[in-house]
């Protein structure tokens, strides 16, 4: 690989858009190709083209066998993110966590005294209100979102949000009658039953978890679920 | 926006943002990459690890099995051999064949940061 091939997949991600590289493993060639360069590519060649998108929209690298030889499309996607509504106890472990999983954080809780940088040190903390923090991220296909203040002050907004993004999964804490009472309100702003089940409640994996850390887990568990057995 | 930014660069397991800051510290650098798999394998097609001249190592292309292997193959690619594709699984009996306890077969390409 060059170097200069290397800063440029590095400014692609640093950017977070989505690109592909080739490498022809018998010349050495290597091409980056970014997404938004795929409808020129369609063009030129549309079979290319549909490899790279199809590799795109599935996460998935893969070899190609071509005329000149077998090429690797590696592909880079922007990183995976979780937003974290609710500065609470069990956000304190699903924040490391999801970074050790590979997933950007962001904690976002207005109350100021809950996201502290002495509770979520290293954690990018918002104290912006939940929907206004998630419209301006831009929450996409590799985004998760996650609800723990129980507050529908705070949840609602947040996951009001969420529905209408493409978040690849949405949970939000809270028991069976919580969460009854938290669709009945989503109704009643106007989301219909198959929009609404794309809420995972009461979040995470059902094994049993009590500690903080253990309702990390299984939440965890179940984005991971979410973002891997999907497609 | 009230937000207070992390240090994402920290990230510990960032396979090419170390090839690019050993390469910039003067360190040869080759970088091997998982190009295909069959079976079980445990590390997924585009899994890297890279290697430096004195044969230090960082990410994986297997639980651990092959890693062996590939930075001996590194160190040669470094030291002027050409880019290769190494195959490694239980049917390859070539000479620096390693095994995969997991029985799946994995093809691995090692190439030179110039």
């Known amino acids: 690989m060059k170097s200069e091939t290397l800063e440029a997949v590095l400014k692609v991600r640093a950017e977070k858009r989505a690109a592909v590289l080739l490498t022809n493993m018998l010349s050495g060639d290597e091409r980056l190709i970014e997404a938004a360069d795929l409808a020129s590519l369609q063009a030129t060649d549309a079979d290319l083209a549909e490899q790279i998108a199809s590799a795109l929209r599935s996460d998935k690298s893969r070899t190609l066998e071509t005329d000149d030889g077998p090429v690797f499309l590696n592909v880079f996607n922007p990183a995976l993110r979780m937003i974290i509504v609710g500065a609470v106890h069990i956000a304190q472990p699903l924040a490391r966590m999801a970074d050790l999983a590979g997933y950007a954080v962001t904690v976002v809780d207005p109350r100021r005294s809950f996201a502290s940088v002495e509770r979520f040190p290293g954690v990018s903390l918002s104290s912006e209100w939940p929907d206004d923090a998630l419209a301006d991220f831009g929450l996409d296909a590799r985004t998760a979102v996650v609800t723990l203040t129980h507050d529908p002050k705070l949840d609602d907004p947040a996951l009001e949000v969420a529905l209408k993004s493409d978040a690849f999964y949405i949970g939000s804490l809270g028991s069976n009658r919580t969460h009854a009472s938290r669709l009945e309100r989503l109704s009643e702003s106007g989301f219909d039953d198959q929009t609404m089940a794309r809420i995972h409640g009461p979040v995470g994996l059902n094994i049993g978890a009590k500690s903080p850390a253990e309702i990390a887990v299984s939440i965890l568990g179940q984005v991971t679920e979410a973002l891997r057995k999907a497609s | ?114």
């Open chain 2, 1 to 114: 926006m009230s937000e207070q930014q992390t240090d994402l660069a920290a990230w510990p397991d960032d396979v090419l943002e170390t090839a690019a800051s050993w390469k910039n510290d003067g360190r040869e650098v080759a970088i091997a990459t998982v190009v295909h798999t069959w079976g079980s394998s445990p590390r997924p097609v585009g899994s890297q690890l890279i290697v430096d001249g004195a044969g230090a190592m960082v990410g994986s292309v297997s639980g651990g099995c092959i890693e062996g292997a590939v930075v001996k193959e590194a160190m040669e690619v470094i030291a002027g051999a050409p880019a290769r594709v190494l195959d490694f699984g239980v049917s390859n009996d070539q000479a620096w064949e390693v095994g995969l306890a997991c029985g799946g077969k994995v093809q691995v390409y090692v190439e030179r940061l110039d």
